[in-house]
Nanobody
Framework: QLQLVESGGGLVQPGGSLRLSCAGSGFILDYYAIGWFRQAPGREREGVSCISRSGGSTDYADSVKGRFTISRDNAANTVYLQMNNLKPEDTAVYYC???????????????WGQGTQVTVSS
C-alpha cells in the first residue's frame, strides 16, 4: 500500500522551530516532486512549499519565505520541512503530498498523507 507518513508536528511557542518529516511507505519518493500543504480551521487548504524530484527547484508561499526550508534526502526516502520563527498563524494541519510534474504537483498533487498537527501558541 502506497503511503506518505508525516511526523514532527506538535505544540511550539511563537518564535520556535519544528521540523516536519514526510516518509514514503511502499512509496519511492525520488520518483516524485513533493509538496507541503496546510489547512487551518475554517480555511481552505493552501500550498506551503514544494520541491522537484532532484531537489534543484523549490517554491514557497509568500507567507513562509525566509522562515521555512524544504529539503529532501532521497537515500532516506524522506522529505523535510524546517520551520523557524513560527507564528500563531502557522497553526494548521500540515500535509505531505506527491505528484509529477513538479509545477503541477505544487497546485494539484496526486497523492496525500494523513497530516500532522502544528500548533503555535504561548
Amino acid at each position: 500500500q502506497l503511503q506518505l507518513v508525516e511526523s514532527g508536528g506538535g505544540l511550539v511557542q511563537p518564535g520556535g522551530s519544528l521540523r516536519l518529516s514526510c516518509a514514503g511507505s511502499g512509496f519511492i519518493l525520488d520518483y516524485y516532486a513533493i509538496g507541503w500543504f496546510r489547512q487551518a480551521p475554517g480555511r481552505e487548504r493552501e500550498g506551503v512549499s514544494c520541491i522537484s524530484r532532484s531537489g534543484g527547484s523549490t517554491d514557497y508561499a509568500d507567507s513562509v519565505k525566509g522562515r521555512f526550508t524544504i529539503s529532501r534526502d532521497n537515500a532516506a526516502n524522506t522529505v523535510y520541512l524546517q520551520m523557524n520563527n513560527l507564528k500563531p498563524e502557522d497553526t494548521a494541519v500540515y500535509y505531505c503530498a506527491a505528484g509529477q510534474p513538479w509545477k503541477t504537483m505544487c497546485i494539484n498533487p496526486d497523492y496525500w498523507g494523513q497530516g500532522t498537527q502544528v500548533t503555535v501558541s504561548s
